[in-house]
Each structure stands twice: as structure tokens, then as C-alpha cells.
């Protein structure tokens, strides 16, 4: 973050934070579109349809906020817990780069450092990898973080110093992975990262689960690892194509419990039910754990089709247990969650609800007409009308009814105010 004149700088575009949906994903949609391309932004209203006091900033919204100000060198206002209204222009100046010298030297940094630094990894003189550390005190969710700025770190050129070759990014998120209402980490890596991969030409996203965080329970502070292969200079996001599901191929059960017991109980009813719906269906369990705690009860169905889509379905159990048996509490979310995947396979879509709205960014930045299949007869989700306004708003990518969105052709590194007329920002 930096102070700088902002007299001469062009008005911010000002997004009412109460619309649609009005909720945090209008802020982390509007600051990744914002960081890419240099274009101020103004956000009021922060998070203002949420009920009472808790509408503003949440630390986990301003630890993507601190380390995209920094990569960016932006000058912020109202960066703080609780805000309702931030101002964000980015630079297009480079933040100042933390540089190790040596094999696998690593150098002190400051907290602040740690929330948009750059560490530069150099072996035998030759920089080899960029690492950056975004710590948080409680276990917001590290994939909201991530949401905010995957699209800055495929896309911003920041791997490409000084007119080398384009190098991997190493980001370590400290926070929850598993989180109530959020994206587990699970659903990340069995779902969004491969659909990514699959579909936009994106290198595969390597994902490390150093612990877990958990929100259920006594809180804990998780630590995931993402391995980026950045996008190199020039590139453009190609038009894509989300049609032709196929035909339900197989389904990955994901099961967090605390015990043996309940896991098996889990596993058995999934089992039986999956096999009653499909019963030539493949079924792999990618990931059967111990939760460490009664209150900790999760489970994410993948359908994988013939074509490689993938739709989930979860639920961090949230109700109240006490006096119910362990096969009730299993029975119940095996039930909500198998009822949940059905209505998704049904639908005939490419993409599950909670995939429509984190396509949209790279629908807006890729070039020519990108199509997102969420079957015709099922009305886009209001996160997915929320994340098409802010698109709008922002880079002027524009939408039809049935979600085709006509792109901007983003080019990795491109200094987009240029193409607007507008002064960059020194």
C-alpha cells in the first residue's frame, strides 16, 4: 500500500456494496477486475445486506484486500475491520520486491510485508520460484481468499521480473479450510481447480494441505499451500465453452468425521444410495478423515461425466446434534447432500450453482464469446447475477440472457487503461 496524489487520478467506479446479492463477492470480484487493470474502484455499502453488525470488512475480507494493495502498490482508504466503504486504486508500478539471494536463502520480513510481499527464490543465481505468505488470526476462508486473487496471479504478469522468463508462484493462505457457508478446500481441489485445468487452459493448480482450519468446534487456523504456473506475458484467456455435460460417469465422496465409526456409517449409506441411484456408477473416496471433533461432520459428493465436468454438492453439518444418535446425525447429512447432488445432476447443466459465479471473471476477461451451460430452464444464481454486474460495471464485459458473455481479450501483463483512455495510475 502507498500514498500518492490522487487529484489527477480518474474517478474511482463506484459499486453500491447492497446490491443483488450484497455480500462479499461483489468486493472480491470488483478487487480482483480492479488489481488486473488498474482501474479504480469505489465500494459503499460494504457487505450491507448482511443482517445487523456484521455488514463491513471482516479481517478474512482484508487479508485479500492488504496483500492485493501491496502486490499493486495501491492507495487505499478505509482499509480497516468493519468498514462499510473502501477506495482502491491500484498502480501500475510493481509493489517493491523482497528479494533472497542464494540457494533457498530466506530473508526477515515485516507482517505487513508477509500480507503482499513478494519473496524472490533464486538457486545458483537464477530466480526459480516467487513465494508470498498471507497469514489470518482467525479461520476466515482461505478460499475466498484465493478467489480474490487467483485471477491477479494467473493473470498480472507479477511472476515476470525484470524481463525474465516467467517463473512458478508459491502462495501460502493461513486461515479455515473448512469453513461454514464458504468453499471447503476439497471442493477447490476436486472441482473448481480441475474444471479450470480442463476448460481455460489454465496449468493444473497443485494444492498442499499443510493442517486443517475449522470454524465448527473449537476454532483452528488451517495452512494450505497453492502452486501456481502464472501465464506467460501476452497471453489471452481463449473463448471457452462449458457445453455437452455427458453422461454421469463417477462420483468422489469426500468424508470428514470424528470417528470410525460415523465415517463408516457414512461411507455405507453413500455407498447405497449412489448405487440405488446409478447403479453402474464409479465411486472413489478421495479423502476419509478424522475431524478431530464431534462437532466436525462434512461430506462432498463430486459427479465426474463421460465429458470431465464436475458438479459438487457439501455440507458442514450446522444443526444441532444433541440427543440424536450417530447414524441420525450421519443419516441426515447423507440425506441433504445426496438430495442436493440429484438436483444438480438433474438440471443438465455444466456447472453447479456454486461454480455459475467464479466463471464469471474469466468469462469477462477471455476474448471472443465464452459460454458457461446452466441449463436453460434454471435461472442464474443472484451470486452469479451479482458477479455479472460487477463484471459490467467494472471492464464493460457485457452478458446476454442465457449468460454468454462477450470478453475483454485480456492480455497477461496488458496495461488496460490504455485501451480506455484513462491515465495510468504512477
Known amino acids: 500500500m502507498c500514498e500518492r496524489d490522487s487529484s489527477t487520478s480518474p474517478i474511482p467506479i463506484h459499486l453500491d456494496g447492497t446490491t443483488l446479492e450484497g455480500g462479499g463477492q461483489l468486493l472480491r470480484l470488483a478487487l480482483a477486475l480492479s488489481s488486473l487493470t488498474q482501474i479504480p474502484i469505489h465500494v459503499t455499502n460494504i457487505r450491507g445486506n448482511r443482517p445487523g453488525k456484521v455488514s463491513g470488512l471482516k479481517a478474512s475480507h482484508l487479508a485479500g484486500v492488504r496483500w492485493l494493495a501491496n502486490a499493486t502498490a495501491a492507495m487505499t482508504e478505509g482499509i480497516e475491520v468493519k468498514s462499510r466503504d473502501l477506495v482502491f ?176 456409517i457414512i461411507r455405507d449409506k453413500v455407498t447405497a444410495q449412489l448405487l440405488a441411484y446409478s447403479p453402474e456408477i464409479e465411486i472413489l473416496f478421495p479423502v476419509n478423515e478424522k475431524s478431530g471433533s464431534e462437532k466436525r461432520l462434512y461430506l462432498l459428493l463430486v459427479a465426474e461425466t463421460s465429458n470431465g465436468h464436475r458438479l459438487g454438492r457439501d455440507w458442514l453439518f450446522d444443526e444441532k446434534a444433541r440427543g440424536l444418535s450417530t447414524e441420525h446425525v450421519c443419516e441426515k447429512l447423507v440425506s441433504k447432500v445426496m438430495k442436493d447432488l440429484k438436483k444438480e445432476v438433474k438440471h443438465g447443466g455444466c456447472v453447479d450453482e456454486y461454480m455459475q459465479d467464479q466463471m464469471v471473471v474469466f468469462q469477462a476477461l477471455a476474448v471472443g464469446t465464452s459460454e458457461v451451460d446452466c441449463n436453460i430452464d434454471r435461472e442464474a444464481t443472484l451470486h452469479t447475477k451479482t458477479a455479472r454486474w460487477v463484471a459490467e460495471q467494472v471492464v464493460g464485459a457485457s452478458f446476454d440472457e442465457l449468460g454468454r458473455c462477450q470478453g475483454l481479450g485480456y492480455a497477461v501483463g496488458e496495461e488496460f487503461q490504455k485501451r480506455r483512455g484513462m491515465p495510468l495510475q504512477a
Open 89 to 264: 486504486r491500484p498502480s501500475s508500478v510493481r509493489a517493491e520486491t523482497i528479494i533472497a539471494q542464494g540457494h533457498d536463502e530466506r530473508v526477515a520480513r515485516t507482517e505487513d510485508e508477509k500480507k503482499g510481499g513478494w519473496e524472490d527464490v533464486f538457486d545458483d543465481g537464477q530466480l526459480v520460484r516467487r513465494q508470498s505468505h498471507i497469514p489470518m488470526s482467525s479461520p476466515g476462508s482461505i478460499l475466498l481468499v484465493l478467489q480474490a486473487i487467483l485471477p491477479y496471479l494467473l493473470l498480472s504478469n507479477c511472476s515476470n521480473m525484470q524481463g525474465q522468463k516467467t517463473v512458478p508462484l508459491r502462495v501460502t493462505i493461513e486461515g479455515g479450510t473448512n469453513v461454514s457457508s464458504s468453499p471447503s478446500i476439497e471442493y477447490i481441489s476436486q472441482v473448481l481447480l480441475p474444471m479450470l485445468s480442463l476448460k481455460l487452459s489454465i496449468p493444473p493448480i497443485i494444492t498442499t494441505l499443510h493442517r486443517r482450519g475449522w470454524s465448527t468446534g473449537r476454532s483452528e487456523i488451517g495452512s494450505v499451500t497453492f502452486d501456481i504456473e502464472p501465464l506467460p506475458r501476452a497471453f489471452v484467456l481463449p473463448t471457452f465453452s462449458f457445453k455437452d455435460r455427458g453422461e454421469l460417469a463417477k462420483v468422489h465422496v469426500s468424508i470428514l468425521a470424528p470417528e470410525a465409526t460415523a465415517r463408516k
